[in-house]
């Protein structure tokens, strides 16, 4: 399984991100496997954000919980992060990843820079 991130770089504080997770040699609706978004701002470690299951059900950090929606489209093989209300402190590196109990594959990561 492969997994390719991809988005804006470079957002202004108060705006909305949305990033794409490009799915390929598997499939997300695939028996077993979580879709999830991690994070990991600089200088810090990495930081569950949410995840989204192979049965559509999507699961949340109390952190990004009401900010943060994660959704797919099972069509294209993609799945989505969106947040709003960005802040300087929403800088990172975003990862997709996939997981099961027997693998866990994840992107190269995608850098996400928030400022004016």
């Known amino acids: 399984v492969q997994l390719e991130e991809s988005g804006p770089g470079l957002v202004n504080p108060s705006q909305t991100l949305s990033l794409t997770c490009t799915v390929s040699?598997?499939?997300?609706?695939?028996?077993?496997?979580?879709w999830a978004w991690i994070r990991q701002p600089p200088g810090k470690g990495l930081e569950w954000m949410g995840a989204i299951a192979y049965s559509g059900s999507t699961y949340y950090s109390p952190f990004f919980r009401g900010r943060t929606a994660i959704s797919r489209d099972a069509a294209k093989n993609t799945v989505y992060l969106q947040m709003n209300s960005l802040k300087s402190e929403d800088t990172a590196v975003y990862y997709c990843?996939?997981?099961?109990?027997?693998?866990?594959?994840w992107g190269q990561g995608t850098q996400v820079t928030v400022s004016s």
């Open positions: 990843n996939a997981w099961n109990t027997l693998n866990n594959y």
């Open positions: 040699g598997g499939s997300i609706t695939a028996h077993t496997y979580y």
